[in-house]
């Protein structure tokens, strides 16, 4: 049953689908109304037949002509008018009921895609909890024996081989051009290697150290890390593409595709933490917290991307036995080497947070680390709880968001260290440029003492107040990254747990909107609310740091008065309040109508 629940949740159609299907019936509509309005136009020019042969006997036929031709040129024009007339209306009727089949149509439309988001919103709250294969029991060692047999076969090994070599032959001319590009992308390698040897010097040195040279890092790193993962997905897309392999060929083409990721994955984390890698290099994080990183990384690589391979290979075989057999040992052991690596990764005596713990003792996440340490080994271990009582989709469900939030957490983290990087260096420079003012200053000030009579002005307010930036930027990067944390968690995770989907069932009121041309009411929900409530917290942090951030990317790199700063920063006061409060009221039922007049009323200020 959760089997084919979750293929009907899978084939019901998208909202991307409804609205190309709703522009191509508004299209139609609209020639279909034209050409009615031009059957309509010629019907009333024919509704006096005898006028319009009149015109027509006047004005197209010679008069110059016998009577009785004239009598029978008549009464021709008469038969054809009168039978233009008549199939104009029946034009006109197929018009009306064309259109009014068309209205059903979009109506009918519009009443599918609310159920279909009924039906999958009801399926998302439920699949979690359905089953999808037999508990592990003793007939499960059975089926894994002989699944491990359909993976270890020589005869399926042999017929890959062959579907291999007849591949490269049929499309000679794209395995010449990856050939091509592989050897291309090993010797991009080994330059990049170098540069990064170049590049490590330079930024050791105070004097040659630059931004610049961490994204030339970041881009060489990359650069080393893709040609294993790219091989895998170009031969897993080669060996699956072609319907005529072997269905094993075709499963470990898919199962090569869905590693390659993983192994792209932890390739590039595992020179990020090298010993002169960037992140110590670079980011200047603690040789002890890099250590840990790179250790745990070595180790679990090499289990997550052959678990990873072995669940996409048997999930896309068409015998779903093994897919519930190896796949689900593959995902077990896959989940224990998370516990094991989240487990010695925030460890409080050893771990990431280990300083922090010390340093705030007093603190909640001191306090409550036994809590939140064993929350966080127990989120793995419940995925394997739910592989064994026969919920194996949904733990693999529940194993590929966990990844997801790993990865964003992780991204997120080295976007954090990438800017707190570009601001130390910032800062910086802007304390080379004060030591200058103060030189500069001083040496105005000695020129009275040389017998000039005019008072020299002090120039204090020429100075950058370092400290009150470098605060205020950090602050509003804080703000930016737990915003992105908590909506990237929220769009992960919103569709499996009703825990997080249940807010957009709380409605608060109905507004009016027009869609399509048909006004209908739209539900605020709590959600709507708690959206607002941030916009209004984001818009609050961004104009009281605002100030500190245009230091650091515009004024310090222009020559601009104190008023003129103060200029802009109100300006730039006023677009973000604005921006602000159209967030907000779209967010509880306004519209543009309703709130243009406070944005012309700014504008003007």
């Known amino acids: 049953l959760g089997k084919i629940l979750r293929e009907q949740r899978r084939n019901l159609p998208i909202q991307n689908e409804f609205e190309q299907q709703s522009q191509v019936i508004q299209n139609e509509t609209a020639i279909a109304s034209l050409a009615q309005f031009k059957v309509e136009d010629k019907l009333e020019r024919l509704a006096d037949v005898d006028a319009t042969l009149k015109d027509m006997m006047r004005r197209q036929v010679d008069p110059a002509l016998p009577a009785d031709q004239r009598m029978m040129i008549q009464a021709e024009l008469r038969v054809l008018l009168n039978n233009q007339k008549e199939l104009l209306n029946k034009l006109s009727v197929a018009y009306t009921s064309y259109l009014h089949t068309l209205g059903d149509l979009d109506f009918a439309r519009q009443q599918m895609i609310t159920q279909a988001g009924k039906f999958a919103t009801y399926l998302d709250e439920r699949l979690l909890w359905v089953p999808s294969s037999e508990p592990i029991n003793l007939n499960y060692i059975a089926d894994l024996y002989h699944s491990a047999q359909w993976l270890l076969s020589p005869f399926n090994w042999m017929a890959l081989i062959k579907d291999t070599v007849k591949l490269a032959w049929n499309y000679l001319f794209l395995t010449f051009v990856a050939v091509l590009f592989f050897v291309g992308l090993q010797f991009a390698r080994n330059w990049a290697k170098l540069q990064l040897q170049a590049i490590s010097g330079k930024v050791e040195r105070i004097s040659t150290d630059s931004f610049y040279y961490t994204l030339r890092a970041l881009a060489y790193n990359l650069i080393i890390v893709l040609p294993l993962p790219l091989l895998f997905e170009y031969l897993g897309w080669f060996l699956s593409m072609d319907i005529g392999v072997d269905d094993f060929s075709q499963a470990l083409g898919k199962g090569l595709q869905g590693a390659a990721l993983p192994l792209f994955f932890l390739q590039f984390f595992y020179r990020l933490f090298a010993a002169d890698g960037i992140a110590r290099k670079h980011f200047q994080w603690q040789k002890t917290i ?240 708690l959206l607002a409530g941030l916009y209004i917290f984001i818009a609050v942090v961004s104009m009281r740091n605002f100030s500190g951030v245009m230091e650091l990317l515009v004024f310090r790199r222009l020559p601009i008065e104190a008023g003129g700063r103060y200029a802009v920063n109100q300006l730039a006061k006023y677009v973000l309040f604005s921006i602000g409060f159209i967030s907000v009221a779209n967010e509880l039922g306004g519209s543009w109508s309703q709130v243009q007049w406070l944005v012309a009323a700014l504008s003007v200020g």
């Open 290 to 529: 890099v250590g840990l990183l790179r250790t745990q990384v070595a180790w679990i690589r090499f289990i997550v991307v052959p678990g990873v391979f072995i669940i996409s290979s048997t999930g896309a075989s068409k015998f779903s036995a093994h897919s519930d057999s190896i796949g689900r040992l593959a995902l077990i052991i896959d989940m224990i080497a998370m516990t094991v690596f989240v487990g010695r990764v925030l460890k409080p005596s050893s771990g990431l947070l280990r300083g922090y713990i010390d340093k705030n003792a007093d603190g909640w996440i001191a306090k409550l680390r036994y809590v939140w340490y064993s929350a966080a080994i127990a989120i793995p271990l419940v995925i394997i709880g739910f592989a064994v009582a026969g919920y194996y989709l949904s733990a693999l469900e529940l194993q590929q968001k966990l990844v997801v939030t790993l990865r964003l957490i992780f991204s997120v983290i080295i976007i954090h260290a990438l800017v707190f990087r570009w601001l130390t260096l910032v800062n910086r420079q802007l304390a080379i440029s004060n030591a200058r003012q103060k030189r500069k200053t001083a040496a105005i000030a000695e020129k009275p003492l040389a017998g000039s009579e005019d008072p020299i002005l002090p120039v204090d307010e020429q100075q950058i107040d370092i400290p009150k930036i470098n605060a205020q930027t950090i602050k509003l990067l804080n703000v930016f990254i737990g915003f992105t944390v908590v909506i990237g968690f929220w769009m992960i995770w919103k569709n499996i747990l009703p825990a997080f989907s249940f807010l957009d069932r709380v409605v608060l009121w109905h507004h009016l909107v027009n869609i399509d041309n048909q006004e209908s009411y739209q539900p605020i929900t709590l959600i709507n609310l």
